[in-house]
């Protein structure tokens, strides 16, 4: 499986990529998780991608382009992968078909983009908390922590992502409306598209994708 998720900010790709890679053994290459790795670690990069990422605009291609030539050159990519939030745009799409021919030597199996409406995204990421230390995901509401406010893995306390702010959601959402929901014609003729309801319970949702990937 070499899948793509496509959808908006919120749709539940990170939640969903969690449950696949569970059940078919593949990595999850998240480009915003990248991203916030390097934010943290105080690179270069990481410099660079925040103030975009803080003004809910996208990272400029190259740094993207070349975050991504640099994370397929580990071994791990070999059995599989789930590219969560990349591509984003036509420039990374066209620089991902030049990858997957000349260095991954491999294709796109599956491309899954999750629809969800702009007032359930804002709900979703207002209300979502993460954990700084594994990553989980969790929901206010939805999919509430164990014990309030900690992680159930490591009983980290979880935080609010900076750009999960009412007002970047909403930028965001405008970003992935102009430039990203583009790729869906981008890739609506590959024969590998596969557009499903995203407002669904996460149970349901998963079930549904299984029965594209199986
Ligand atoms: P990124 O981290 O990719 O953010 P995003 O695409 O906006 O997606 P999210 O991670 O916010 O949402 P998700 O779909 O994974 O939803 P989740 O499962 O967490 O990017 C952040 C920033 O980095 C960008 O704005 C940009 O600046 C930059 N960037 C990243 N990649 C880039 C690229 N390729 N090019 C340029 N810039 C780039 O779910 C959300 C919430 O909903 C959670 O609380 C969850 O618990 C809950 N939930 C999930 N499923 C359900 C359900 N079925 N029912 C109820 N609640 C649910
Ligand atoms: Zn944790």
Wanted: glycine residues 8%; contains cysteine; charged residues 30%.
């Amino acid at each position: 499986i070499n899948l793509i998720f496509l959808g908006p900010p919120g749709a539940g790709k990170g939640t969903q990529s969690a449950k696949i890679i569970d059940e078919y053994k593949v990595v999850q290459i998240s480009t915003g998780d990248l991203l916030r790795a390097a934010v943290k670690a105080g690179s270069e990069l990481g410099k660079e991608a925040k103030v975009y990422m803080d003004g809910g605009q996208l990272v400029p291609d190259r740094l993207i382009i070349d975050m991504m030539k640099e994370r397929f050159q580990s071994d791990d990519c070999k059995n599989g992968f789930i590219l969560d939030g990349f591509p984003r745009t036509t420039a990374q799409a066209e620089a991902l078909d030049s990858m997957l021919v000349n260095d991954l030597k491999t294709s796109i199996t599956h491309i899954i983009s999750l629809e969800v409406d702009d007032e359930v995204v804002v709900t979703r990421n207002t209300g979502r908390r993460v954990c700084p230390k594994c990553g989980a995901t969790y929901h206010i509401k939805f999919n509430p922590p164990k014990t309030g406010g900690v992680c159930n893995n490591d009983g980290e306390t979880l935080v609010h992502r900076d750009d999960d702010r009412e007002e970047t959601i909403r930028k965001r959402l405008a970003v992935y409306h102009q430039t990203t929901a583009l790729l869906k014609d981008y890739y609506g003729k590959s024969g590998k598209f596969h557009e499903l309801n995203g407002d669904d319970t996460t149970d349901n949702v998963f079930a549904a994708i299984k029965k594209i990937l199986d």
